[in-house]
């Protein structure tokens, strides 16, 4: 069933990137590349998100939302094609009732740990999110705090265990193996847009218990992007869905947005 998902998944890219480069890039440039169009598609960005919880007895929440991401223009990493420069995301809750004006903003550092709070509207209370828990459930999904913001390229040691027609699959390892859950995680990287279409995550006995999917992909400003994706818990049976709609880039975020006073105040101009 996997074999055959990639091999769909794949014939899709290949209409959204073109065909596959002809000259094998080193582990490195691939890692890089896949967090560049993962992470990195233009300054900034926006999408509409549509969340989709569906637990192991087929009972369905959603969520709605709004993502914003900025790049953080004083560092220079992108420019030299390492691409993990810093990053700013603020993502604002409009449905159900129960999570309606709810916020989230994340500071993705570079060498210390991300800066994260939660603003709990019922309680006019700005939480902030311990380094600790960015591998937890983001707003009880089956995506980590982690999976929205991005994961650190650095925290992993990264090796390449295959090449198939259309794919680079890597084994991502963490280097401090006490802050996270897994042991080891494997990503199937696409040759020619180079989106990471599939992550597998395996505990500590080999055992995979945790699938993210990419399930369609637009162009979209000359980027490829993942416009529906999934996560899917293989331990609990439940699953989430993310379907991304009016995806914009470089639309011009201002560095204020991305601040405590913003997630009581929302920006509304940037949201809609």
Avoid at 19 to 42: D, L, T, W
Avoid at 90 to 100: E, G, L
Avoid at 166 to 189: A, C, G, Q
Wanted: aromatic share 10%; proline share 3%; net charge neutral.
């Amino acid at each position: 069933m996997k074999g055959k998902l990639l091999n769909l998944i794949a014939a899709c890219l290949m209409v959204v990137g073109g065909q596959a480069i002809a000259k094998s890039p080193s582990v490195e440039e691939i890692v890089h590349r896949a967090n560049k169009v993962s992470y990195y598609a233009g300054q900034d960005g926006r999408a509409q998100v549509e969340m989709t919880i569906t637990d192991n007895q087929h009972r369905e929440r959603n969520r709605r939302m709004t993502i914003l991401r900025k790049d953080v223009p004083e560092t220079d990493a992108l420019e030299k094609g390492a691409y993990r420069g810093k990053q700013k995301f603020y993502v604002y809750f409009t449905r159900p009732a129960d999570v309606n004006k709810m916020a989230f903003l994340v500071w993705k550092e570079l060498d210390s740990d991300d800066e994260r709070w939660l603003y709990l509207p019922a309680l006019d209370l700005v939480k902030r999110i311990a380094a600790s828990d960015k591998r937890t459930s983001f707003v009880g999904s089956d995506f980590y705090y982690e999976d929205v913001s991005g994961r650190d390229i650095d925290e992993d040691s990264h090796e390449l265990i295959e090449t198939t027609d259309n794919y680079y699959v890597l084994k991502n390892t963490p280097i401090d193996r006490s802050s996270v859950e897994f042991d080891h995680y494997k990503m199937y990287i696409h040759k020619g847009t180079f989106i990471p279409v599939q992550v597998e995550y395996y505990d500590a006995q080999g055992s995979k218990y945790r699938v993210a999917t990419a399930l369609k992909l637009d162009t979209i400003q000359g980027h490829p992007t993942v416009t529906k994706a999934s996560m899917e818990n293989l331990k609990t049976g439940s699953k989430t869905v993310m379907n991304y709609s009016d995806v914009k880039y470089d639309i011009g975020l201002t560095d204020d947005i991305f601040s405590e006073r913003y997630l009581r105040k929302p920006p509304i101009k940037f949201l809609r």
